[in-house]
């Protein structure tokens, strides 16, 4: 599973960082979006992936860590999905506004020579 | 518990709740009440931070800290708000820029947007929680508070440049704060605590190869930190976003830069400290050194280059940053005194030039253009309305004078506060015990430093004369531009803060070398952070 994991980490964040590297708008705000994918997986990782096992203590069980997995990571996986989301928003509005003033989708906000 | 207890959460919790009540309030009709609200809140803020730095500095010679613990969880489970010298001094120096844009905001360019006031006390809350806070994902959030309400005040009065400069000063800015939760997790999963004493205490015990692990960490944390503070090579952005801002905005942005500074500092000081860090002591001191000096002569090639004072004023950003970093990267404690003193001089002396360029600049065509875009985004509304306010008289006097004393705190020159800032620096590097404590710094290094600290000067100087020469000079024929009181109060305010500063320079070194101190021997900070005792449970 840790092999899986990892693997989908990687093609994601390869292809986020190719895509953020493009000179379409559309093209960079996906790219963000695959490449904060990557890092919410990451984080989550990091909490131990296991299968089954429930992050919060249950009532009159053993406190033994190693029937748990570590519920910060899923915490702070929430957190930034939310942060992560909102100014993902935001970029959407002013990527819209750059269309409207310069009536093209280049980053730089004219199209190259040719 | 007294109330004085709480004061430390005040300057979090004043600006949320003025943003919300802003909110409430609603559109644009209401905007002198909320102007008016805005202005309060400020102005408390200010005294909260002058309390806060006071309680700081209760004793002169300790290295007290005061932790707030949050919803009374203990130190390393829960998240802590924590006031040294260093954050007590941020707030008070965010306190103070913020004062000052607000009121040259008012006398016009509060006019130009539809939600300035909410947006600039929610830039307020992110700054002074970032600066505040103990915890490494707390300050992630504060990071990216502060960022949102920076990409709403950058593209305050709208435009095509500031759309086009927003767009590429958020897509980097959340390339960076992707990096930086790269960091973050990389440091819990090895460490398994995200409160910064309990890092520091946790660091120094690991293994060879989760040190590792913890080292990629950092590394991955400290270029996040270097996108904001603008180290070459991550630094492009920040010239155009700066120039493209309306003036208050950039002034209050003078500070942005030095968030990331200030973050660095906190996390590399206790992380990787002398006697904190075991095996990897001053991890990656030699890349903010050689950083620095790179980024200074990037900044100084970009201050001669620049055409206009705005861009002048980016790459003088940029060289104030990779002074300070260089400086850092020594590693030294009474060097790092110096640096603070001038992060604070800089970040004062850039918030002013940037209030001032425009007023410079208005009798000009260029500053008549940025007006123009404005107007023609905002509709007739926002500019025709009939100046109110009262011009000062001898306008082209006092800008010039002013424009001096900018230039002399650039350039480091006396009798300003940026020459004593420059020699601290100069002499601590040279002193004979201080180079030989120093671990990161070679005869060789001192005199590149050295080098680069007065090359820099020069350059700047050089730009500051031509862009003062033809502004002041060489024009035949120009407008006397029309200045209101309340929009050149707060650049002589700021510039008086300056000389204030050198006039008391000896007791303020005092207080930066104190909290240089502490800052390289984080044991104290560590140690009351994680002692601080639960607040009992109150009984009839």
């Keep these: ?114 | 518990m007294s109330w004085t207890d709480h004061l430390l959460l005040m300057p979090v919790l004043l600006p949320l709740f003025s943003a919300v009540a802003m909110l409430l309030l609603g559109g644009e009709k209401r905007r002198p009440q909320k102007a008016a609200l805005n202005l309060i809140a400020t102005v408390a803020l200010l005294f909260i931070a002058v309390a806060l730095l006071r309680q700081a500095d209760a004793d002169p010679d300790g290295a007290r800290v005061s932790v707030y613990l949050l919803a009374n969880w203990p130190a390393p489970f829960g998240i802590v708000f924590v006031l040294d010298r260093l954050s007590a001094l941020m707030v008070l120096l965010s306190a103070v820029l913020g004062l000052a844009a607000l009121l040259y905001a008012l006398a016009r360019w509060h006019r130009a947007g539809s939600h300035f006031h909410t947006l600039f006390q929610l830039q307020l809350m992110g700054l002074n929680g970032a600066f505040l806070t103990g915890d490494l994902f707390n300050l992630f959030v504060f990071f990216e508070v502060l960022l949102a309400a920076s990409y709403g005040l950058l593209l305050h009065g709208s435009g095509p440049d500031r759309v086009r400069t927003g767009l590429h000063y958020i897509a980097v800015n959340l390339a960076a704060s992707l990096l930086f939760l790269l960091g973050v997790s990389l440091m819990y999963a090895v460490t398994g605590t995200l409160n910064m004493a309990d890092l520091a205490v946790r660091a120094p015990a690991l293994g060879k190869e989760d040190r590792m692990l913890l080292e990629a960490g950092a590394a991955l944390l400290g270029i996040a930190f270097l996108v904001k503070a603008g180290m070459w090579p991550l630094g492009f952005w920040l010239p155009p976003a700066y120039a493209a801002a309306s003036p208050p905005v950039a002034a209050l942005f003078s500070i942005m830069s030095k968030v990331g500074v200030y973050a660095l500092i906190r996390v590399w000081l206790l992380l990787f400290s002398e006697p904190t860090g075991g095996d990897s002591a001053l991890f990656g001191s030699n890349w903010l050194l050689w950083g620095g000096v790179l980024t200074i002569f990037y900044g100084s090639m970009g201050v001669l280059a620049s055409q206009d004072m705005a861009r002048l004023a980016g790459y003088s950003v940029l060289v104030s940053t990779g002074t300070i970093l260089a400086i850092l990267g020594t590693g030294h404690t009474s060097v790092t005194g110096s640096a603070l003193f001038y992060l604070v001089n800089s970040t004062l002396a850039l918030g002013a030039f940037y209030l001032l360029l425009e007023l410079v600049e208005r009798g000009r065509t260029a500053g008549a253009d940025m007006l123009a875009v404005t107007l023609e985004a905002f509709g007739d509304d926002a500019f025709t309305e009939k100046e109110v306010g009262v011009a000062i008289p001898a306008v082209m006097a006092v800008l010039g004078i002013a424009f001096v004393c900018c230039g002399l705190l650039l350039a480091g020159l006396p009798p300003l506060s940026g020459f004593v800032a420059k020699f601290a620096m100069v002499t601590t590097l040279f002193e004979p015990e201080g180079l030989a404590a120093a671990p990161n710094a070679t005869p060789t290094t001192a005199w590149v430093l050295l080098a680069a600290i007065v090359g820099s000067g020069l350059m700047v100087l050089v730009a500051m004369t031509r862009a003062g020469i033809r502004t002041f000079w060489a024009p035949i024929q120009r407008t006397v531009p029309r200045v209101q009181v309340i929009e050149i109060a707060p650049v002589i305010g700021l510039l008086g803060l300056c000389a204030v500063l050198t006039v008391y320079a000896g007791p303020v070194m005092r207080y930066m070398q104190a909290t240089a101190t502490a800052l390289h021997a984080p044991h104290d900070y560590v140690r009351q952070v994680l002692a601080e005792p639960q607040v009992k449970e109150r009984r009839p």
């Design chain 1, 1 to 114: 599973m840790e092999m899986i994991v990892a693997i989908a980490i990687g093609v994601l964040t390869g292809s986020g960082i190719w895509l953020i590297l493009r000179p379409r708008t559309f093209q960079v705000i996906i790219g963000l979006s695959l490449l904060s994918y990557a890092v919410n997986l990451f984080i989550f990782s990091t909490g131990r992936l296991r299968i089954g096992m429930p992050p919060v203590l249950e009532v009159a069980a053993k406190g033994d860590p190693s029937l748990y997995v570590d519920p910060l990571p899923q915490a702070l996986v929430l957190t930034a999905i939310v942060i992560g989301f909102a100014t993902t928003a935001l970029f959407l509005v002013v990527l819209l506004a750059a269309r409207g003033f310069t009536g093209t989708d280049h980053v730089d906000g004219r199209e190259p020579e040719t």
